[in-house]
């Protein structure tokens, strides 16, 4: 008889072990993990950024106003905290996006702006700089591509079965992640070109 418990006692174990009783802490830590690298490749642009301001600075003094702009993004990307308390809340991940968004716009409009300067465009702390920002802009959005990914599958384990019986029965604490949008307003339009 105590054979019987036993075996009923270790196939049940292994019952439960194998059904998906650990998915969701699993997938909550791939979700960590994967903003973590959001967050880097963010904070890696923000580090480039002075750099390359300050070696453009030189040769556009009158090109102020843009060289100000990208300066005033990146200063606001800097003001917002990005701790875990931001991919639980939609509006900070979504005040947090706008930032990311803007500065990314500045700095394309640099790099129209630097178009204007042969020298510039020749200096090679420019030219290192400028394909080290290209990278990381590459960089981020597979960061984002991957923080995507690992929200879809945490938040699609505890709404399906039989991750949404685990869910409510041991981890009812760990709500629904919010993804930010992979685009931003208004990207589904395409764009008109005027040469008038």
């Known amino acids: 008889m105590k054979h019987w418990r036993f075996v009923l006692l270790l196939s049940i174990l292994f019952g439960v072990t194998g059904c998906g009783i650990n998915n969701i ?11 973590g690298q959001v967050e880097n490749q963010y904070q890696r642009r923000a580090d480039l950024v002075p750099n390359l301001v300050s ?9 102020r106003d843009v060289l100000v702009e990208v300066t005033e993004a990146r ?9 875990e308390s931001l991919i639980n809340d939609p509006q900070k991940l979504q005040q947090f996006e706008a930032a990311q968004q ?21 200096n090679q702390n420019f030219l290192a700089l400028q394909s080290q920002l290209e990278g990381t802009e590459n960089r981020i959005a597979v960061a984002r591509r991957d923080y995507i990914t690992a929200v879809q599958q945490y938040n699609t384990e505890i709404r399906t079965f039989p991750g949404r019986i685990w869910h409510s029965m041991l981890y009812s604490e760990m709500e629904i ?9 208004g990207a589904e339009q395409a764009p008109q070109v005027n040469f008038n």
């Open 25 to 35: 802490p699993t997938y909550d830590e791939q979700v960590k993990a994967a903003w």
């Open 55 to 63: 070696t453009v600075r030189g040769y556009m003094e009158h090109e």
């Open 75 to 83: 200063a606001k990307v800097g003001s917002i905290q990005a701790d």
């Open 102 to 122: 803007q500065l990314g716009s500045a700095l394309q409009r640099l790099m129209v702006v630097v178009e204007r300067y042969p020298d510039l465009k020749a």
């Open 177 to 185: 992640r919010p993804s930010f949008e992979a685009t931003t307003e």
